[in-house]
Nanobody
Framework: QVELVESGGDLVQAGGSLRLSCAAS????????MGWSRQAPGKQREVVAT???????NYLDSVKGRFTISRDNAKNAFYLQMNSLKPEDTAVYYC?????????????WGQGTQVTVSS
């Protein structure tokens, strides 16, 4: 039914930038909350950034001032702009969203995209 497809991960040098994209498809009535999480090998998954449909934002402390979440409602898409990347940002990044579709409201996850930041 509803699917999230993400892209944009890459290998970059420290100090570089990337933009991750997440596109939602299916019978979508509304995207209620959208966000990005990441997981490094051997570490717990952590929420990086979220935005609700009213535009309220939350960021992980370690990415404040460097990462920005944004959305394009017409495309049912949202993004994570990552600037001043550090090696500790290396992880698999997952987009996720709480979406109302037909009679259902559920959490959905993208497939993950690898971000690797070299020194």
């Amino acid at each position: 039914q509803v699917e999230l497809v993400e892209s944009g991960g890459d290998l970059v040098q420290a100090g570089g930038s990337l933009r991750l994209s997440c596109a939602a498809s299916g019978n979508i009535l509304s995207i209620n909350v959208m966000g990005w999480s990441r997981q490094a090998p051997g570490k717990q998954r952590e929420v990086v950034a979220t935005m609700d449909k009213g535009g309220r934002l939350n960021y992980l402390d370690s990415v404040k001032g460097r990462f920005t979440i944004s959305r394009d409602n017409a495309k049912n898409a949202f993004y994570l702009q990552m600037n001043s990347l550090k090696p500790e940002d290396t992880a698999v990044y997952y987009c996720h969203a709480h979406i109302t579709s037909q009679l259902y409201a559920n959490n959905y996850w993208g497939q993950g995209t690898q971000v690797t930041v070299s020194s």
